[in-house]
């Protein structure tokens, strides 16, 4: 059964500061693999989506790698702003699941300090 | 509609009552999912239909919780007799076609909260 995890639950850090948010997955047999903002109260805004045969995709200030043999993806989020505060969630379509249900990690909540 | 549309926002209810959840997906998307997000957690997938057939619905915790599609386009997710546990959000979320390809389009949720 696929497990996504993301570490750390939490993360702090001061406005300017580069953001680096991990993603880790134990089945590396997935068609693709989408990062998610959330904000408080909000449903999902999907970011990036990269699929298996890719190594990373960009938008903007907003970067993610794929690394399927080591079951790893990253989220880079350059020169942080106050307004990037939210919970960020990483999610996989896996080879094994009829249909394309997404499998989520538990996410990482940001705080960007002014 | 712009987005996915789900209503009501907030729904309060005692245990042993029966709720019900709509989703309203994008016009036109084939592909729409339900998935049940506990506090502090990511979302759990619960249910998958692409147009009126419930392909997947190996998610539902247990008999007390049914969804339809009847039309292909509006579903409603239904809970029998909530317990406590039930209390989560519930998202659902529509994509263009059953491909893998295309990425899944949120709404805003609906917050139950049984007392």
């Known amino acids: 059964k696929q497990e996504v995890t993301q570490i750390p639950a939490a993360l702090s850090v001061p406005e300017g500061e580069n953001l680096v948010l991990n993603c880790s997955f134990t089945?590396?047999?997935?068609?693709?693999l989408q990062w998610f903002r959330q904000d408080p109260g909000k449903g999902l805004t999907s970011l990036l989506l990269i699929q298996s045969s890719q190594r990373e995709q960009t938008s903007g200030r907003l970067n993610a790698s794929l690394d399927k043999s080591s079951g790893r993806s990253t989220l880079y989020i350059a020169a942080s702003q106050p307004g990037d505060s939210a919970t960020y969630l990483c999610a996989l379509t896996s080879r094994e699941a009829a249909g394309n249900k997404l499998t989520f990690g538990g996410g990482t909540r940001v705080l960007v300090k002014p | 509609g712009a987005g996915v549309s789900q209503s009501p926002r907030y729904k309060v209810a005692k245990r042993g009552q029966d709720v019900a959840l709509r989703c309203d997906p994008i016009s036109g998307h084939v592909s729409l999912f339900w998935y049940q997000q506990a506090l502090g957690q990511g979302p759990e997938f619960l249910t998958y239909?692409?147009?009126?057939?419930?392909?997947?619905k190996s998610g539902l915790p247990s008999d007390r919780f049914f969804a339809e599609r009847p039309e292909g386009s509006v579903s409603t997710l239904k809970i029998q007799r909530t317990q406590q546990e039930d209390s989560a959000v519930y998202l659902c979320?529509?994509?263009?076609?059953?491909?893998?390809?295309?990425?899944?389009?949120f709404g805003d949720g609906t917050r139950l909260s049984i007392l």
């Open positions: 979320a529509s994509s263009s076609t059953e491909s893998s390809n295309q990425p899944q389009h």
């Open positions: 239909f692409q147009n009126e057939a419930q392909l997947d």
């Open positions: 089945d590396s047999a997935i068609y693709n």
